[in-house]
């Protein structure tokens, strides 16, 4: 099964980088918060990037595996 392929810019325009109310949040997301704006957090995408696509290589070797 060949992985999904995706970009910074795809996320971006996609809008994935809003997270959460400021107020509703996990403490240990901390590192993975770039700001906030409008009481809104805002994900970093320079480290989702490369984890989403480490997880999309560990489902996909799983799912191999049967």
């Known amino acids: 099964m060949a992985l999904p392929d995706f970009s910074m810019r795809q996320l971006l325009e ?8 400021t107020h509703r949040w996990n ?6 918060i770039y700001g906030a704006r409008n009481n809104i957090h805002i994900i970093d995408l320079s480290q989702t990037v490369p984890l989403l696509h480490q997880a999309l290589k560990q489902v996909s070797d799983t799912v191999a595996k049967g």
């Not at 403490?27 to 993975?32: E, G, L, N, V």
């Open 27 to 32: 403490p240990k997301m901390a590192p993975y």
């Open 14 to 21: 996609a809008g994935i980088h809003f997270g959460h109310q």
